[in-house]
């Protein structure tokens, strides 16, 4: 355990991040202890069964053999992609930051294990991918589908966890092994001059850099991201599709400087930016950070969901059009919310602003979470928000039903990941003080001034801030995200009313801070109603349920009589009452109100009418609905579940 927490993403010194994540990041207690509790003891202990079952650890295991190391080579490959390494690399990073903050002597076995097995699968000039390894094909030959930079990235990332954990160089050498052997391959003149089909090794290599200070990581990072959007990626159909995608697929059709809009498959392109984002902080390139904020801007406007999911269609697993936004067809993988978060908490550092950590926010309690079910044991790739009680899906283990784990296994070990370092989100420090961007129970600080947070957000909205250490006689600042959500709100200080003026989304307290000093932030949460921009035509004449940052949803068995919820309407001017339920889904608010059936069709009804005519029907009768918050949803028995319900017609 390191008593530094650095997190995985760590500005160089002369980056010009205004933010920096905090260097004292623990969560101690609440909700998201709970989460990490149960990812802890069991989606991250499962691991390594997972990954032994499915063949990734075979596949290393292969290629340490010494035929592969020259000679002939060994068939029998495991797994239907050649990226199943990544999904060790992962773990292993999950794995690692959870050991950052916890002792797990177990836990520490098996990562010294896999870590002796990845150095003992590199080759000697340092390439390692064990599906080439293993007579897959000729290395860097596939880079559309390839996936070995995305492949390599993750192992830089997993590298930089292990010796930030550790302090251990072991499986940092074979990581700067393959990182040189990259540089060696790829460049103008060189064997290769394009890019991977998916992006990742960017972020990595910057990340390299700031742990390293080889100059030459940020370099080859740079060639990476300039040399995308000028169509160098060979076109053609993937292994088991029969289309080419074309270049907005994996962004190879506009450099990202002149792109206004979010496109292509929706993880790639999130990757893609967030390593733009590292690049534009550490070379102060205003210029990039522009277009990234305009794509942002995009994206968030345009292109997300309720719930902070990103990715509306299933074909090509891709962002859609402008507002194109289908609730029951809503691919919104769960990798894509993992990517987004990466994405807006670069930025977040980069520019200091607070919308970032909003979105971070929606993003974490409903996109996301709603990936790994309430007990770790099975997880969701695609995330609709709309499943009717007679879906038809296509075959496969990418359904709206949870699946104890997938041939593409990519979303388990990247919500292991991310909630592993969850810690690294919630504050920062600049040079007036410290930033709270969430809300999580637990101690936070940096130069000098820690504070112990205490909250049952997101069930109440009651903040209280400890000072328990802080410079003497020397003023600091500490701000409070006041979240977009939030209409009301009181701040105290010691008990004394505070400014609660929000400046940029930041409530702010400066002053000589003393050991015990208190602030008391509370979020007003009631129950509302949100309405869709009437361009989201999936969702024009409904609305949604929200309370404090949760999104909720109806599922068919909280419903009287287990009524559909595709047969109810909400009532507008309806009470929407919160209540604890404590027996329920491990513990939560659902929220209450008087909704209404809607008319029945006859079997021989023509499904439309003329404009200015009205079904001859009373209205229906009224029900009493109850909502419960999306993320845990799908952790019952099956059943249709809707966010979006149409408002009732009161005429």
């Known amino acids: 355990m390191n008593t530094a927490y650095f997190g995985p993403v760590r500005p160089s010194p002369g980056a010009v991040s205004p933010l920096r994540p905090a260097a004292v990041a623990r969560i101690d207690g609440g ?3 709970e989460r990490r509790r149960v990812n802890a003891e069991v989606s991250l202990a499962e691991g390594p069964a997972r990954l032994e079952a499915a063949g990734n650890l075979a596949n290393l295991r292969a290629a340490a053999l010494p035929s592969t190391q020259g000679g002939d080579l060994p068939s029998g490959f495991s797994g239907d992609f050649q990226f199943q390494d990544s999904d060790v690399y992962k773990w292993l990073e999950a794995a690692c930051w ?5 002792s797990d002597e177990n836990l520490a076995v098996e990562v010294e294990a896999v870590v002796d097995l990845i150095a003992a699968a590199q080759r000697e000039d340092g390439y390692l991918q064990t599906y080439y390894q293993l007579g897959g094909g000729e290395p860097w030959t596939e880079l559309g589908w390839g996936h070995e930079l995305y492949c390599a990235g993750h192992l830089m990332q997993a590298a930089v966890a292990h010796h930030r954990a550790t302090g251990s160089d072991r499986l940092l050498d074979v990581a700067r092994r393959l990182a040189d052997h990259i540089e060696s ?34 370099d080859l990072a740079r060639y990476f991201l300039e040399r995308r959007g ?3 990626l060979s076109s053609g159909a993937d292994r088991g599709h029969d289309r080419d995608p074309g270049p907005e697929y994996w962004q190879d059709h506009m450099p990202v400087r ?16 967030a390593g733009a984002a590292d690049l534009a902080a550490e070379s102060a390139d205003t210029e990039l950070r522009a277009a990234l904020e305009r794509l942002w801007q995009d994206m968030v406007t345009t292109k997300t969901y309720l719930t902070g999911a990103v990715g509306s269609r299933h074909d090509w697993e891709s962002f859609g059009d402008a507002h194109e936004l289908p609730a029951d067809r809503a691919y ?10 990466h994405f807006s908490w670069r930025m977040a550092l980069l520019t200091g602003q607070a919308r970032y950590a909003d979105l971070i926010e929606r993003t974490l309690f409903n996109g996301f979470l709603a990936g790994v079910a309430l007990d770790g044991k099975t997880w969701l790739y695609v995330n609709p928000l709309h499943l009717r009680a007679r879906s038809h899906e296509r075959p496969g283990d990418q359904t709206a039903h949870r699946t104890p784990w997938f041939r593409c296994a990519c ?33 936070y600080g940096g130069d000098g001034l820690t504070l112990r947070v205490a909250t049952e957000y997101p069930w109440d909205g009651m903040v209280t801030v400890t000072v328990e250490d802080a410079p003497a006689a020397l003023p600091r600042t500490v ?6 959500w939030c209409t009301q709100h009181t701040l105290t200080v010691n008990g004394a009313t505070a400014d609660g003026e929000a400046q940029g989304g930041w409530l702010q307290v400066t002053r000589e801070f003393a050991p015990g000093d208190i602030i008391r932030l509370d979020l007003a949460m009631p129950p509302r109603l949100t309405v869709p921009s009437v361009r989201v035509d999936a969702a024009r004449g409904c609305a949604a349920i929200e309370r404090g940052p949760l999104v909720y949803c109806l599922e068919q068995t909280d419903q009287p009589g287990g009524l559909d919820p595709d047969s109810l309407a909400l009532v507008a001017d309806a009470p929407l009452i919160a209540g604890s339920r404590p027996e329920l889904l491990g513990g939560v608010s659902a929220v209450t109100s008087v909704g209404q059936l809607l008319p029945v069709d006859e079997p021989a009804d023509w499904p439309y009418l003329p404009h200015g005519a009205k079904a001859a029907r009373e209205p229906g009768e009224a029900v009493e609905l109850t909502a419960v918050p999306y993320y845990a949803w799908a952790n019952r028995e099956p059943g249709a579940m809707r966010v979006w319900l149409p408002l009732a017609d009161r005429r």
């Open 31 to 33: 909700f998201w202890a």
């Open 332 to 341: 919104a993988e769960t990798c894509a919310a993992i990517a987004s978060v």
């Open 479 to 484: 701000r409070l995200r006041l979240p977009a």
């Open 230 to 232: 000028h169509g160098s």
């Open 411 to 443: 979303c388990p070990p990247n919500v292991m990941r991310l909630l592993a370092s969850l810690p690294h989100y919630v504050a920062t420090t600049d040079d007036s003080g410290l930033q709270l961007h969430q809300y999580a129970s637990g101690v």
């Open 185 to 218: 391959v790829f460049g103008p003149g060189k064997q290769v001059d394009t890019v991977c089909g998916h992006p990742e090794v960017e972020t990595a290599l910057i990340e390299l850099y700031r742990t390293t200070q080889e100059k030459r990581y940020l």
């Open 258 to 273: 002149e792109a206004d809009e979010v496109t292509g498959h929706s993880v790639r392109q999130l990757y893609l930016l």
């Open 98 to 102: 959870q050991l950052a903050q916890t």
